[in-house]
């Protein structure tokens, strides 16, 4: 028989098989999708669901069968297909990023271009990763007889070194760096670069900077500014940089960790790290570096060394203290972030059923460090308690949203379903400690979001990645125990399409796409032609009016205010003065009084060359706000007001067609034309 004869067959057929494969889970996908919408009732997100976890599991049955003629352990070879198609779609996301940012190419095209790319990824790790075992003298047009198999030589199974299995983690993360390098940034952490930039020029916190958030954000920002004006780089890049160290250490810590489990398979421990990965790097895209991203980095090692203690694992004092240390820094930035501490130290003390519990190094040191945090605050910036505090307890509700909307923005089909799955596999299977540590993690970050009361999706990013990586956690351990023998695919159908429904609904309704700002883009080209080396502002309640747009133009930012915060529920609660006592009311005038000396104070000393104005902005009701005639009431104002001139006007469609005036000042030798 001619081995090398059949192998060149083999790499011609399989490549075809494997598109009509592709072909026929489409169509099958689709076919689901319709019916779940037409015959079911089923909405858009539980419809796509249905349609993947079918055509993927139609994809993995054709191609191992006919294919590639696969014939060993399908649990195993389940979780390698299913991390083989995240890996395709994270090729198709970016080819198709790129081919419309920088290569400026149509959309329609550009999704046509990252069909190559997912397809030939598909492909060579599905030869190579998913059903490996080569064999290159198997003939792939017919199966072979009994007789047949037993001249096979001995299979010979590629293992992955540990050395080159991190080698392809670091692979990973500098590719990350490189995607990351060139987006802007969010507008939140935009605003924390600027005003910290300011802090540290010797403005002071809470006075010249008027911020809801505690000082901790400041803090954790310094840094990469500081950094960045040493190295000569901008703050978003020193900012970038910065959170890709920090990122690379916690997952130093978190391979450390995992190494730690007791009676851990080398499975468990690469495809948590890659799904962490993934919760790292992916589910954040779009709120890159925000607190809640931020949090989640310095306090996830935290939470595996409690499934560390509580799987019976040791840990050195000094690593110990390290991660309380980065724990404190993360779950110190806010304090609903505390909730998840507590529960877990909670269920620490019912599983040992003792108080010793708590007297662990890395509990100690949060302790110590939030306690820490907590006076410097009365020490440092006695502003924040004594001035922002009382002023957003009473007018920052402005913001919130009814319970049933906040509910209603997060994906709770997806976590109702990894929730259920999780107590199915608890009760039928043996305890798994870190599976439970992360599903009471997974429940506090969800709090979390919830006691924030505002539906706004970054909020959700700590509970979308804890619920990522419990639903792996699952899979992988199941997947472990099922390893010694050999079952069909469809023994294990009902929990690998749990998982394929969960991912899908975690990070495909969330549509991860890098971070854009339309109005920023509109916008730049009129702030650098009437506004270079100048100062702009805004009176808007929006901060991404004039966050990362300032940044991006390198333009200054002429007001002590990320946006017009106070303002909408000073307001809304005089407008309705019913259950108003007189102390309460004067308090509301006195905050009414503030900021609009604030707002005049700083147009007559920044005097922006720029002025974006909010036409219509719903936090005031449905009936708007008009922000010149409400502040064209003070004369001080008007006079101001007199040097500016509207030149345009600039639009964004953020749940809504939101609309703003620009308005430009008129000096010697800039009249604002063209």
Known sequence: MSWPRNARIAACVQPARFLLVGVANTLAGLTVVYLAKLLLGFGDFTANASGYACGLAIGYLLNSTWTFDYRGRNAAAICRFLLAFLAAYAANLLTVWMAIHDLHLDSYLAQALGILPYTVCFFLLSKLFVFRGPEPWRHPLRRWRKDDREQRPPTATVKLSESHFVGLLCVAWLAAFIFYWPIPLNHDVSWYLVSTGRILDGERAYRDVIELNPPLAFYLTMPPILAARIAGLTPEHGFVGYMFLLMAVSLALVHRLLGLLPVSSALYRRGMLVAILAAYFFIPMSSFGQREHLMFVLALPYILLLAVRMADGACRPDLAVLIGALAAAGLGLKPHFLIVPVLLEIYAVVVRRSLRVLFRAETWTLGAGIALYAASIFLLTPEYLDFIVPMATLVYGAYGAPMNAVIGSMPYPAFL???????????????????????????????????????????????????????????????????????????????YGAVAAVSYLLIGPQMVVPYRNTLAEELLPVVQKQAAGGSIAALTSYLWVGFPLVNEAHVAWASRFPAQWLLPGVIDRLAHPEGLDPAT??????????NLDAVIDDLRDGYPDLVLVDDDSPYFGPDGFDYLAYFGRDPRFTELWQSYVRIGEASMNVGGNRRFEIWCRRYANHDCAG
Do not use: C, N
Not at 476 to 484: S, T
């Open 417 to 495: 379903l990894a929730a259920g799955t999780y107590v199915v596999i608890r009760r039928i299977g043996p305890i798994h400690r870190p599976t439970d540590v992360l599903a009471l993690a997974a429940a506090g970050f969800v709090a979390d979001y919830l006691a924030q009361s505002k539906g706004w999706l970054y909020h959700l990013i700590p509970a979308l990645a804890a619920v990522w990586l419990l639903i792996m956690s699952i899979l992988l351990r199941h997947v472990g125990r099922q390893a010694a023998t050999v079952a069909p695919p469809w023994k294990s159908a009902m929990l």
């Open 585 to 594: 009311r004067q308090k509301l005038l006195d905050i009414e009084r503030y």
